[in-house]
């Protein structure tokens, strides 16, 4: 016997061995020889129905010899593909308990055993046997003790072996007139006839029904418009359905969906075990029930079972199914979902179309590689139109963008079908409203239209000519200021997209126009993107970074040429269009836009060496720097290899490569007329270089060194006992706060601000099989794609050192895109048990806040039990400390920035890490947030970088969510940045020794406002009320105190010099306790102690000389009528609202009764009458408490 042909990738040699078997047919209606090979044809079909494409060959009471030539022949055809072997052992003697079948003799008429062993030793693997007789399962025993002393025979080949046998080794056939002899080969080759036969004989309709009219049973099996074909359709489904819910996963995909015949015998087997379920009993009974009918009259109508009627209900389940997460995904397409869901999608029915949307957004975020079978079919311009028809529901609409963003995705033949289909223009006319006063577009939906734009224009020229001839950057460029940090990241992607790298096939092109038209429209989304180069979201500054790295690739050759140009005398006139030093290192906070309006130097942002290589042209070869240029007067420059004498470089200094190509990167781009871009990209690229965090700052320096700009510091590097700190680059740089910021308990009892963190935006009402499906924060998601050690996507990011031999491919890689992809491969019809968590631990929380509130109010405060003292060996001493609200931990911090995390109540160092591992360090605050939630620390450093941190107090398990420079580019030498938070806005204060006050919303990741303090000096303490949103106060170096509200048009409400005439600065202030927002506590570093009422005049109505000079800390409750001041004189002193004097500390209480050591900071637990004191000289952090306190 031959074989040959292919189903689903499987060939097939078929040997179908008969001695006298029946397969529904007559034996006695013809000439047994005649019989013989009529039965042998009847089968050859059957097989053939299940598999056409294979080739098949009968042997007909065959002899041993012709046996082994036949399956040596086959083995030898088929090669490494499947072979089946049907073996009917019908009216031939039982096999042997040795597992051998009988085969006819050649010499005369007996039958020779012919031993398993052999038979499988000439088939090989795979295979398949089906073995039709009594006791077949001596064969099956047999062949099984075989492979358990065959040393040939492995796990993989005995996977690739089937064996079906009709019984067991101990049980014979029955016999029956009804039915045919072999009733086994009959299940398996004819199911649905056999099925009948049977059910006739069971069923109460035996008695009416006619059983040749199954044979005349209409239609055709592969038709299922016919009822022929919906019953093969039921019985598929059903067997299938069984099968799935019985198999493990992977044995179930490899018998049911990798092979068509093998599934279709094991389809069939499940028949012959069972002769099938109640719903096959009930589909068979309507069929007979309406056989007669049909047969009378042809051309009456026949309700097919699985109707359009029970389409929308059968989707539907299957929608839910999927949104069970990826595991349900995974199965349904192992079961076969595939190429129903795809052929669906030629309807025009409108009914299914959200649902349809809903179950490929489902398929798609799992597996992407569907985007082939998806743009063949044309199943694109599907999904296009539902995201341009306006009646469907913006989240919705926003799968459809998704979907169609995966087909794009590194696929050209999607890009270049959707770049047809007008794609471009369906997203660029729905990112902009028609009406101005339009309520802003979901955001969700924003963000996937940026980011299916910028999947479209991925290394895509022709449709990023399209998107620019269309106006997009103008119209993308708006949505920079979003208030989601994801659409603004999602617009960067797209915009990063819309710049060119540039190619060999662009040299020699500066007179094309429509080249310079392009390079024109570049520099105008780099200008754009520069802009937002301080955004306080991590996953926007990410994006921008990749952005303008893609800027540098492009234009490389005149970037580096610009670059070089700072080698030359200050008379060059390109120096002209330089930030001037002046401009940089004042104390006013600069803006990138802010630098091409300079007149010279970029020297500041560059760091303590800058090393700049040039390509090999005129404008690198003059390598030596003038001693009268603005860089080297002002100390950035001291030396460079190619100055005279390159043996006296210095700590720092800026070194000029000559040669230096970078490898391939040669690429020529028209040049625009203003240099300025070019040299603001460099003084941004150098920000960047230096951001907080790790993965952007490695992105710069990318950048940098693409250009042949080096940041080398020759500071060394002051290591830390607190060792590395693994979470600091593990979290992509994602606006992931983990921020459910909801109000506080005083907040909602005071009926001031009762307001959700992030609450989603409201969408319409939507039908019942959607319920639930709402936009689900895409920042709650981290991608686990970044597991690589130093937490950065692309490998080559790990080092800032340039590779040699520099190409394409060194681009670092956006992160937006595959981050984004997670929102939709979690639930989003079902809520998340997680949040009921978070609920109910919130509400026990406030439980608990309420009663500690109502105990210290009532308590006499006096602060004089130690009930801690802690050692935290700082080098530095102890610079700011944090009591936990619902557990017995402190946090403490020092000017190295070192954390370290301690249990007071066990006496139990917890966890210690670095803020950071860079050389420039001071500390300024520690702050949390949520602290009703899973809390997050922020650490803010005096360089005004901010740092929040999750799971800190986990050893070893801190994770940097999130990282920003809070005063963007200001630089002092006194590094006096201070901060504070507001819970109930979800505003961060931050300031100094500047003019302005910053005002950061972190839900927004933006900076909201910047508030001019109206003072000649600058800030040194900043307070934010808890009662009233948007309003804090402010304590000045030159003693004065203002409070401002970001609510009122002015800004500033208050105003008063209660410390004058004294100089010294204020170094703490305060709003009191409880709910009267009015009253403020100020302390200066002179001693004093002053009261303030706002409604009352600018004088204060209260003071306490509470020490002589040296005041170092001042303390206010949140609820208790209490505040707390330390000295450098080794003094705490706890006073009431009232200014009497509650408690003095002095002394350790030891028997040796030693002094406390200088007081470098303090502050009170939020609900409990507890007060935290960290010393300075001998970095011991003391917490005090009242003499009744008990450990929880």
């Known amino acids: 016997m031959v074989s040959g042909g292919n189903g689903q990738n499987q060939h097939y040699g078929s040997i179908v061995i008969m001695l006298q078997f029946l397969v529904i047919q007559d034996p006695f209606s013809m000439a047994p020889p005649k019989a013989l090979e009529t039965i042998g044809k009847t089968l050859h079909s059957q097989y053939e129905r299940w598999q056409p494409k294979a080739r098949y060959k009968l042997q007909l009471d065959p002899t041993l010899e012709e046996v082994k030539k036949l399956c040596n022949t086959c083995r030898k055809f088929a090669r490494t593909e499947r072979v089946l072997f049907h073996y009917n052992g019908h009216g031939v003697p039982k096999p042997t308990a040795n597992g051998e079948i009988w085969v006819f003799n050649k010499s005369y008429t007996q039958y020779i055993p012919l031993p398993i062993t052999d038979l499988d030793s000439w088939l090989k693997t795979p295979s398949i046997y089906v073995f039709d007789c009594s006791a077949a399962g001596m064969i099956v025993k047999a062949f099984l003790e075989r492979l358990d002393w065959s040393s040939s025979s492995s796990a993989s080949s005995s996977k690739d072996c089937i064996l079906l046998a009709a019984c067991e080794a101990h049980q014979t056939l029955p016999q029956s007139a009804e039915f045919p002899a072999d009733v086994f080969t009959a299940c398996l080759t004819t199911p649905i006839k056999m099925a009948l036969h049977w059910f006739c004989n069971r069923s109460l309709l035996r008695d009416s029904m006619e059983h040749n009219l199954i044979d005349q049973i209409p239609g055709r099996q592969n038709d299922r418009k016919t009822l022929l074909g919906e019953l093969n359709w039921i019985f598929t489904a059903i067997t299938d359905t069984i099968a799935w819910n019985v198999l493990p996963h992977d044995l179930f995909q490899r018998l049911f969906r990798q092979d068509l015949l093998v599934a279709s015998l094991f389809r069939n087997f499940l028949l012959a075990e069972r002769i099938m379920r109640d719903a096959w009993d009930m589909a068979a009974e309507i069929c007979l029930s309406k056989l007669p009918q049909l047969i009378a009259d042809p051309n009456a109508e026949f309700q097919v079972l699985l109707s359009q009627s029970h389409r929308f209900r059968a989707l539907v389940l299957l929608g839910r199914f999927l949104d069970m997460g990826p595991w349900a995904v995974d199965l349904a397409l192992s079961v076969g979902i595939f190429p129903y869901v795809l052929k669906l999608l030629q309807t025009s029915a409108m009914e299914l179309r959200q649902i349809l949307v809903f179950i490929w957004t489902k398929i798609l975020s799992l597996d992407k590689s569907c985007q082939v079978d998806l743009v063949k079919d044309g199943g694109h311009a599907y999904f296009i139109r539902f995201l341009d028809s306006l009646d469907a529901y913006p989240e919705q609409r926003a799968m459809a963008a998704f979907v169609l963003a995966v087909?794009?995705?590194?696929?050209?033949?999607?890009?270049?079908?959707?770049?047809?289909?007008?794609?471009?223009?369906?997203?660029?006319?729905?990112?902009?409203?028609?009406?101005?006063?339009?309520?802003?577009?979901?955001?969700?939906?924003?963000?996937?239209?940026?980011?299916?734009?910028?999947?479209?224009?991925?290394?895509?020229?022709?449709?990023?000519?399209?998107?620019?001839?269309?106006?997009?950057?103008?119209?993308?460029?708006?949505?920079?200021?979003?208030?989601?940090?994801?659409?603004?990241?999602?617009?960067?992607?797209?915009?990063?997209?819309?710049?060119?790298?540039?190619?060999?096939?662009?040299?020699?092109?500066?007179?094309?126009?429509?080249?310079?038209?392009?390079?024109?429209?570049?520099?105008?989304?780099?200008?754009?993107?520069?802009?937002?180069?301080?955004?306080?979201?991590?996953?926007?500054?990410?994006?921008?970074?990749?952005?303008?790295?893609?800027?540098?690739?492009?234009?490389?050759?005149?970037?580096?040429?610009?670059?070089?140009?700072?080698?030359?005398?200050?008379?060059?006139?390109?120096?002209?269009?330089?930030?001037?030093?002046?401009?940089?290192?004042?104390?006013?906070?600069?803006?990138?836009?802010?630098?091409?309006?300079?007149?010279?130097?970029?020297?500041?942002?560059?760091?303590?060496?800058?090393?700049?290589?040039?390509?090999?042209?005129?404008?690198?070869?003059?390598?030596?720097?003038?001693t009268s240029s603005p860089i080297a007067t002002n100390s950035i420059m001291h030396g460079s290899p190619q100055s005279d004498d390159s043996s006296q470089h210095s700590d720092s200094g800026i070194l000029l490569r000559e040669n230096a190509s970078n490898g391939g990167l040669n690429y020529s781009r028209s040049r625009p007329i203003d240099n300025g871009i070019y040299s603001q990209f460099i003084a941004t690229m150098c920000n960047v270089a230096k951001d907080p965090y790790p993965r952007i700052a490695s992105i710069g320096k990318r950048a940098l060194s693409l250009i042949g700009v080096e940041q080398v510091s020759m500071r060394n590097s002051r290591l830390s006992n607190g060792g590395a700190h693994p979470g600091e680059t593990s979290v992509p740089p994602s606006s992931n706060f983990g921020m459910a910021r909801s109000s506080s308990w005083f907040d909602m009892n005071s009926g001031n601000f009762s307001m959700a963190f992030r609450t989603p935006p409201v969408s319409p009402p939507q039908h019942d099989y959607l319920t639930g499906l709402r936009r689900v924060c895409s920042m709650e998601f981290r991608p686990h794609v970044l597991n690589s050690p130093d937490g950065l996507a692309d490998p080559l990011l790990s080092s800032s050192a340039a590779p040699s031999n520099m190409g394409l491919d060194i681009l670092p890689q956006s992160l937006i895109y595959r981050w984004s992809c997670g929102h939709f491969s979690r639930p989003l019809l079902t809520g998340s048990d997680d949040n009921e968590e978070a609920n109910a631990r919130r509400e026990e929380r406030e439980r608990i806040a309420m009663d500690c509130i109502a105990k210290c109010q009532r308590s006499s405060c006096k602060?004089?039990?130690?009930?801690?003292?802690?050692?935290?060996?700082?080098?530095?001493?102890?610079?700011?400390?944090?009591?936990?609200?619902?557990?017995?931990?402190?946090?403490?911090a020092d000017e190295n920035e070192q954390i370290r995390v301690w249990n007071y109540d066990d006496a139990l160092p917890v966890n210690t890490f670095e803020n950071h591992k860079l050389s420039d360090r001071g500390l300024s605050k520690l702050l949390l947030i949520n602290e009703l939630d899973d809390s997050l620390l922020l650490v803010g450093s005096s360089d005004g970088n901010v740092r929040i941190w999750r799971n800190y107090t986990q050893k070893g398990g801190q994770k940097l969510v999130t990282a920003f420079s809070s005063v963007q580019g200001y630089r002092s030498a006194g590094r006096s940045i201070v901060f504070d938070w507001q819970q109930q806005s979800g505003y961060l204060y931050a300031s100094g020794d500047m003019s302005s006050i910053l005002v950061w919303d972190l839900d927004k990741e933006q900076l909201v406002n910047t508030i001019q303090s109206t003072a000649d000096s600058g800030i040194s303490a900043l307070s934010a009320s808890q009662v009233r949103c948007g309003q804090f106060a402010a304590g000045f170096l030159d003693a004065s105190v203002r409070i401002f509200d970001v609510r009122t048009p002015d800004r500033l409400v208050y105003t008063a010099r209660p410390h004058a005439p004294r100089s010294e600065k204020v170094v703490g202030i305060g709003f009191q306790p409880g709910f009267d927002p009015y009253k403020i506590v100020s302390a200066s570093q002179a001693g004093d102690i002053q009261f303030l009422d706002v409604r009352r005049a600018s004088e204060p109505y209260l003071t306490i000389e509470a020490h002589r000079g040296s005041l170092m800390a001042l303390a206010v409750h949140r609820h208790a009528p209490v505040i707390a001041s330390g000295s450098a004189k080794q003094m705490i002193k706890v006073f009431s609202l009232e200014g009497e004097q509650l408690t003095i500390i002095r002394y350790q209480p030891s028997f040796m009764g030693q002094r406390i050591g200088s007081v470098n900071c303090l502050s009170f637990h939020r609900y409990k009458s507890l007060l935290a004191a960290g010393a300075g000289d001998n970095a011991l952090v003391s917490i005090y408490a009242e003499d009744n306190y008990q450990v929880q």
């Not at 940026?450 to 001839?469: I, N, S, V, Y």
């Not at 290192?585 to 060496?609: D, R």
Request: with cysteine; proline share 6%; glycine share 6%.
């Open 407 to 626: 087909i794009v995705d590194g696929h050209r033949v999607g890009q270049e079908a959707c770049a047809n289909a007008g794609l471009i223009y369906v997203c660029l006319r729905h990112l902009q409203p028609e009406n101005p006063n339009d309520a802003q577009t979901e955001p969700l939906l924003l963000q996937w239209l940026c980011l299916c734009l910028g999947k479209l224009w991925e290394d895509f020229p022709e449709a990023q000519l399209l998107g620019l001839q269309s106006n997009a950057p103008e119209i993308v460029i708006c949505l920079l200021s979003e208030p989601q940090p994801e659409v603004r990241a999602s617009a960067v992607f797209a915009l990063g997209n819309l710049v060119d790298i540039g190619s060999p096939s662009l040299n020699g092109a500066d007179d094309d126009s429509d080249d310079d038209e392009k390079v024109r429209a570049e520099i105008n989304v780099v200008r754009s993107l520069l802009q937002i180069s301080s955004d306080g979201s991590p996953l926007v500054r990410s994006e921008v970074a990749v952005a303008l790295t893609r800027f540098a690739m492009g234009h490389n050759k005149h970037i580096k040429s610009v670059a070089a140009e700072y080698w030359k005398p200050q008379t060059n006139s390109l120096l002209k269009s330089l930030p001037s030093l002046a401009n940089i290192n004042s104390s006013n906070v600069y803006s990138p836009s802010s630098l091409i309006q300079g007149s010279s130097g970029l020297a500041s942002h560059i760091g303590p060496v800058l090393r700049v290589g040039s390509d090999n042209s005129a404008t690198a070869r003059d390598g030596r720097i003038s």
């Open 863 to 892: 602060m004089t039990s130690q009930i801690a003292s802690w050692d935290t060996r700082f080098e530095l001493g102890t610079k700011a400390s944090l009591l936990l609200p619902f557990s017995p931990i402190v946090v403490a």
